[in-house]
C-alpha cells in the first residue's frame, strides 16, 4: 500500500511529469501516470528499492538498485518496468546501493554509489562497471551538469561533495565550509543534508 509505504527514491519521466516511479524500503515499486492521484505496484524482484534512475532519452528505459536478500544488485527495464534484467550484483552482503544516476547528455553513462562509499561507472548502459572512487561515507546523491558529459558532482553522507571533471578518473572533494558565501559573516554550515545542479549552469549548485 502507498499510504504506508517507506519510500526511499523517486524519479520524474523525462517525457512526462504526471509519470513518476518511486522505490520504497520494504514495498517494491510503484508507477503513476497521473500525477500521483493513483497508483500501480511493478513487479520488481527486490523489495527495497534504493535508488531509480531514467534514461534520459528514452523514459522506457529505466535503472533501479535494490536489496535482493542480503545482497545489493541493479537492474535495467526497457520496456517502463515490465520487464527487468539484473545488471549488477555487490560482491558481498551487507551493502546498499545508495544513489544511482544517468548522464542526461549521455544516456548510456551511469554511476551509482553505495553505502560503503564505493562509486562504480558504466558507460555501456549497466553492461560493464568500473569503480571510480571510494569516498569516505554512503553517497546518497548523484549530479551531472547538462552541457557538461565529463562532470559529475557527488554528495557523500556527514563529509561534503565530491566533483570529478573529467569523467571520473580525478576528483575534488569539498567540505560544507567550502561553500560559504565569504560576504555572509552569520552563516556557519556544518554539513550538507541535499544538493542540487541547476539544468541551465554547469558550475551552479544549490
Same mark, same amino acid.
Request: aromatic share 6%; glycine share 20%; net charge negative.
Given at each position: 500500500r502507498i499510504?504506508?509505504?517507506d519510500v526511499v527514491s523517486l524519479v520524474f519521466d523525462p517525457r512526462d511529469a504526471q509519470i513518476i516511479y518511486i522505490g520504497t524500503r520494504e514495498n517494491g515499486m510503484f508507477k503513476t501516470a497521473d500525477g500521483a492521484e493513483h497508483w500501480e505496484q511493478l513487479v520488481f524482484p527486490p523489495i527495497k528499492v534504493y535508488?531509480?534512475?531514467?534514461?534520459?532519452?528514452?523514459?522506457?528505459r529505466m535503472y533501479a538498485g535494490g536489496v535482493?536478500?542480503?545482497i545489493a544488485k541493479m537492474y535495467r527495464s526497457d520496456d517502463a518496468g515490465k520487464n527487468w534484467?539484473?545488471?549488477?550484483t555487490e560482491p558481498g552482503a551487507g551493502t546498499v546501493i545508495t544513489a544511482l544516476g544517468s548522464s542526461p547528455d549521455v544516456p548510456e553513462t551511469l554511476y551509482a554509489g553505495t553505502s560503503d562509499g564505493v562509486v562504480i561507472k558504466?558507460?555501456?548502459? /549497466?553492461?560493464?562497471? #568500473?569503480?571510480? $572512487?571510494?569516498?569516505?561515507g554512503p553517497v546518497t546523491k548523484i549530479l551531472f551538469h547538462? /552541457?557538461?558529459?565529463? #562532470?559529475?558532482? $557527488?554528495?557523500?553522507?556527514?563529509?561534503g561533495v565530491a566533483v570529478s571533471a573529467d569523467? /571520473?578518473?580525478t576528483w575534488n572533494e569539498y567540505a560544507a565550509g567550502d561553500f560559504l558565501n565569504t560576504n555572509t559573516e552569520s552563516v556557519s554550515l556544518q554539513n550538507i543534508a541535499t544538493i542540487t545542479a541547476d539544468p541551465s549552469a554547469a558550475n551552479t549548485l544549490s
Open positions: 499510504s504506508t509505504a535508488g531509480l534512475a531514467l534514461d534520459h532519452g528514452n523514459g522506457d535482493y536478500g542480503d534484467k539484473e545488471i549488477y558504466s558507460t555501456n548502459g /549497466g553492461e560493464t562497471w #568500473k569503480n571510480v $572512487l571510494t569516498a569516505g547538462r /552541457g557538461s558529459p565529463e #562532470k559529475v558532482t $557527488l554528495l557523500v553522507l556527514d563529509r569523467g /571520473g578518473t
